[in-house]
Each structure stands twice: as structure tokens, then as C-alpha cells.
């Protein structure tokens, strides 16, 4: 046989004896595989496997990949697709992609935020935009893809439940002002990423949130003055919800945060109170327009 034959003989049959190991190995270890999978979804650890449509190549080349043990692959390839189909504008490959790589790889925590991102905010704001559908059809689509993102947070959160990643998310989608937001789910879900370890901008965005729940005040004058021993968090939002709780509890004055420890000065108090005044995020203002009139005149 000529040497240069002999070569690229050589050079085409490596990769092919490569390839074929890597499928007699996931193989043999089907049956291991089959009977873990099996042990994980009887016990509520992980979702069944992605169906594989018979029209769907990309799901045919999966297959081949998944039989092997090679999950993690096959959900990278999977993920690049989803974005593909975002890019698209394809809202249904996107949600059934995201749907697949989360079931081939459900601890990747950055998986079930990304799907969650695509549907509520992408898939949902591009139908709310969509000048082509009646207002109706864009509200019902876009709160189908809210859901779909309401979905993959939950079932992120049930396969992986000390995700600081996850329960931040779940926060910010429920604080959410334009898709009807629950103040009381968003506050549990801050307060749990806090737990977790979360930075503690999250225990603030928590105290936002409990600000805005009926019932709920003398837990957050509670919490927000926790945070105000910290000079870090001597912020407008916080100085000023910490005004109004105190009003809203009608507080005697030896048990009140003076205007002057809250604000520095009557001066700044009134340029942060008129700024708070007409504010658009559901906010209390209990108070403030009394300690504006009553201040008119500086």
C-alpha cells in the first residue's frame, strides 16, 4: 500500500474509531444510565426526557447524542439553537429548545434564567409590540410567554432550591410593575436569595417590595432600618419610604427617625420628598404632602 495512502487512511479512520468508541461506551453504560434517570424523576429530581419529534432533525441528531451520555452536549447545541430561534423571532422553537435543554441539563442554573428571560421579556414584549396582531391576541400571547418564564423559574428553582441565581430572578420577575406584579411573592423570593447568600442590594430590593404590601409595614420600618444602620444604604428610596412608614404607622415623635438623621437636612428632605411625591412604582406617599405644606415656604 503507498505510503500516502496509507497516511490518509489513517487520518480518515481515527476520527470514525473515535466517534464509534464514544457510542460503544455511552452504550454500555445505557442501562446505569436508564436506571438513574429512572431513580431521579420516581424522587422528583429531574424532568422526564425531551420527547423527540419524528420532523424534527435537530431532535434526531439529539438523540444519537443523549443515547450516548453525552447530555451536556447535546444541551449546548441545543441552547445555540434557542438562540437562534430568539434571533428569528421563532417563540415557539425557542420555548420548546429551552424546554429541552433544561430537561438534558436541569442543575445548569444559567439555563433555566436564560429561558425564563427569553419568554417573559423577549417572546412577551416582542407580541405586546406586534402592530400585525389585534390588542387582544398581543395581550394573550404575551401573558402565555410570561407564563412560560414563570414556569421555567419554578421548575429551576424545584431542581436546584439553593439557587442565590434563581430566587434573585423569581424576585425581579414578580417586582415586575408591567406584568402585574405580587409584592408578596417578589419579598419571599429576595428574602430567600438573601438567605442564600445574596449581595445586599437584594435585602434592600426586599424591603422595597414589603413597602408596597398591605398589613406588612411594622416589618418593613423593622427591616429598613436594619439596613439603615449602614451608611451604604443612605439612599433617596430608602431615607423616604422610611418617612412615610413612620407616618403611615403614625409613630409618636421619641419613637420616629428625626428629619434630620433621615435626611441631613430639612433642605434635602424636601428636594428628596418632592422628587418621591409623584412616584409611579406603587409606593406609599402617607405624609408627604403634609410635611410639604407645612414647609412651603423654604
Known sequence: MPP????????????????LMLMAGGLLLLPLNRATLHAQQTQGLRLPPPRIGA??????????FTLGG????????????????????????????WHAVTTLAPHRV?????????????????????????????????????????????????????????????????????????????EAAYHRAVSLGAP?????????NLCRIRGRETEALQLGRELFNDPHNHVPALRTLLFVLQNKLNLPPQERLSIEQLFGSRKRALRDLRTFRHN???????????????????
Open 200 to 208: 445586599a442590594i437584594y435585602n434592600r430590593l426586599r424591603f422595597y
Open 70 to 97: 453525552l447530555r451536556s452536549l447535546a444541551a449546548e447545541i441545543t441552547a445555540l439553537d434557542a438562540t437562534n430561534a430568539w434571533m428569528k423571532r421563532d417563540w415557539p422553537r425557542a420555548d420548546a429548545r
Open 55 to 64: 420532523r424534527d432533525a435537530l431532535s434526531q441528531q439529539l438523540a444519537f
Open 110 to 186: 444559567n439555563y433555566w434564567a436564560a429561558a425564563a428571560r427569553d419568554m417573559a421579556t423577549n417572546a412577551a414584549g416582542d407580541f405586546l409590540s406586534n402592530d400585525h396582531l389585534s390588542p387582544r391576541e398581543s395581550r394573550l400571547n404575551a401573558r402565555h410567554y410570561i407564563d412560560r418564564g414563570e414556569f421555567y423559574l419554578r421548575q429551576g428553582i424545584a431542581n436546584n432550591p439553593d439557587s442565590i441565581l434563581l430566587h434573585a430572578r423569581l424576585g425581579d420577575f414578580y417586582s415586575d410593575l408591567y406584568r402585574s406584579p405580587q409584592f408578596a411573592k417578589a
Open 4 to 19: 500516502l495512502f496509507s497516511r490518509l487512511l489513517l487520518r480518515t479512520t481515527r476520527p470514525l474509531l473515535a466517534v
Open 280 to 298: 409611579r412604582l406603587l409606593y406609599p406617599t402617607t405624609g408627604i404632602d403634609a410635611f410639604l405644606n407645612a414647609n412651603s415656604s423654604l
